[in-house]
C-alpha cells in the first residue's frame, strides 16, 4: 500500500477546512472495513458474497477464529482479491506474541492487532513480515468510569494518547482508535501512522446504545483524522446490507474520491 508521506492531511469536502482529513494514497473503497463478525466460516462467506463489490477489505476477530476454519477463511478473501485485518488482540508473552504475528508471513494479510504493554507491541514489531502491526490503544466498549473501575487514574484520551505515541516509537505502522479521540493524536503526533476507527455507529445511535460507549458517525471519523473506518451491525442489521454498505461508500467517496 502505498502513502503520500508528504501531505497526510487535506481539506474535507465542500471546502469544510478542517486539516485533519487524511491525504494517504488509500484507495477509497478500501476504508471501508466490514467487521466479519459471525458464528461460522460458512456465514462469513454468505456475507461476503451478499456485500460482493460493495466491499473489499475485511476484518476477523475473535468469534471467526473460534469456529474453525479461520485461515481456509483467510485464503478464501485472498484468493477474491478482498483486504484482510486480522483482529485477534495478541496479549501474550512477548516472544509468544512475535511466533503468533510471525505465522502471518506469506497469508496474504494487511493488518494484525496488539492489545499489549511495551514489550508486547516490540516482540510484534520484531515478527512482522509482510503484515503491518496496529496497537489496541483503548477498546470502543469502554469508557471513563470502566477506566477508573479497572484503576485508571487518566481520561480515555490522556490513555490514548500515551499508549498511541509509545507504540509508534516502537514502530508499530499505526493504532485502533474510537473517533473520539483521533483529533488529538492528529494534532500532537506526526502525521503518517495510520489510524482505524471502530465503533462506527449512526448519530441516532446515542438513543439506542448498545455495547459500543465511545463511538463517531462516518463523516465524524473521517473529519477527525481516520484512514479507516470499521463497520460490523449498521450493515449487518439494515435491511438491505449491501445497499447499506453502498452507502456507507458514496459516504466516504465524498472525502476521498472514486
Avoid at 456465514?43 to 476477523?60: I, N, P, Q, R, T
Avoid at 509508534?168 to 493524536?185: D, F, H, N, T
Wanted: hydrophobic share 45%.
Amino acid at each position: 500500500m502505498s502513502m503520500n508521506m508528504g501531505n497526510a492531511f487535506q481539506d474535507g469536502p465542500a471546502g469544510s477546512g478542517t486539516g485533519l482529513v487524511s491525504a494517504k494514497s488509500i484507495p477509497a473503497a478500501e476504508r471501508l472495513i466490514f467487521a466479519l463478525d459471525v458464528a461460522t466460516v460458512e456465514e462469513a462467506k454468505h456475507w461476503v458474497e451478499l456485500l460482493g463489490e460493495s466491499v473489499v477489505f475485511y476484518k476477523l476477530g475473535l468469534q471467526i477464529w473460534m469456529a474453525g476454519g479461520y485461515w481456509e477463511l483467510v485464503e478464501w478473501l485472498v484468493g477474491r482479491k478482498k483486504q484482510v485485518m486480522v483482529d485477534l488482540k495478541f496479549f501474550d508473552v512477548p516472544e509468544t506474541v512475535k511466533l503468533a504475528v510471525k505465522q502471518l508471513q506469506g497469508r496474504g494479510v494487511r493488518f494484525t492487532t496488539v492489545h499489549g504493554n511495551d514489550g508486547m507491541l516490540k516482540a510484534a514489531v520484531e515478527g512482522q513480515t509482510g503484515v503491518q502491526v496496529l496497537a489496541v490503544t483503548v477498546l470502543t466498549s469502554l469508557d471513563q468510569a470502566d477506566l477508573e473501575a479497572l484503576g485508571f487514574q487518566c481520561k480515555v484520551e490522556e490513555l490514548v494518547l500515551s499508549r498511541a505515541k509509545r507504540a509508534l516509537e516502537i514502530g508499530c505502522a499505526g493504532v485502533v482508535s474510537s473517533g473520539l479521540e483521533v483529533p488529538r493524536l492528529r494534532k500532537e503526533i506526526r502525521s503518517q501512522f495510520l489510524i482505524v476507527t471502530p465503533g462506527i455507529r449512526p448519530v441516532q445511535n446515542r438513543e439506542h446504545p448498545d455495547d459500543q460507549k465511545r463511538t463517531a458517525d462516518v463523516e465524524q471519523a473521517f473529519l477527525n483524522g481516520a484512514d479507516y473506518i470499521v463497520v460490523g451491525r449498521p450493515i449487518r442489521t439494515a435491511p438491505d446490507p449491501r445497499a447499506r454498505a453502498e452507502e456507507f461508500q458514496h459516504r466516504i467517496a465524498r472525502w476521498f474520491g472514486a
